[in-house]
């Protein structure tokens, strides 16, 4: 499985992105998706996540701000983030769970490269 992401940039704060991330290879194998992000200095934490049906899960800090959609016709995931704050800045990486692995995904097999997010203040 391979997961490519795009969407990232630099935004004013309160201002908004849509990140994406296409899955291709082997699609069958892949059960929820979501997005992590990690900033400088900080460890890799889990912005939120959404299951083959449509669960969504999501961090505190962003609840509220981001929204997680997912295009299975499209193999495709995107994180919607409104309301874009500097402590948001952070390289995000697509992420995949393997299938069976159930909800919420205990870890996530597939990683993305990641794409950077600077929100300036």
């Known amino acids: 499985v391979q997961l490519q992401a795009s969407g990232g940039g630099l935004v004013q704060r309160g201002g908004s992105l849509t990140l994406s991330c296409v899955a291709s290879?082997?699609?069958?194998?892949?059960?929820?998706m979501g997005w992590y992000r990690q900033a400088p200095g900080k460890e890799r934490e889990l912005v939120a996540a959404?299951?083959?049906?449509?669960?969504?899960d999501y961090a505190d800090s962003v609840r509220g701000r981001f929204t997680i959609s997912r295009d299975n016709a499209k193999d495709t995931v995107y994180l919607q983030m409104n309301s874009l704050k500097p402590d948001d800045t952070a390289i995000y990486y697509c992420?995949?769970?393997?299938?069976?692995?159930?909800?919420?995904?205990?870890?996530?097999?597939?990683w993305g490269q990641g794409t950077q997010v600077t929100v300036s203040s």
């Open positions: 992420t995949a769970s393997r299938r069976f692995t159930g909800w919420p995904p205990s870890r996530y097999a597939y």
């Open positions: 290879g082997r699609i069958a194998s892949i059960d929820a």
């Open positions: 959404i299951s083959q049906l449509g669960t969504t």
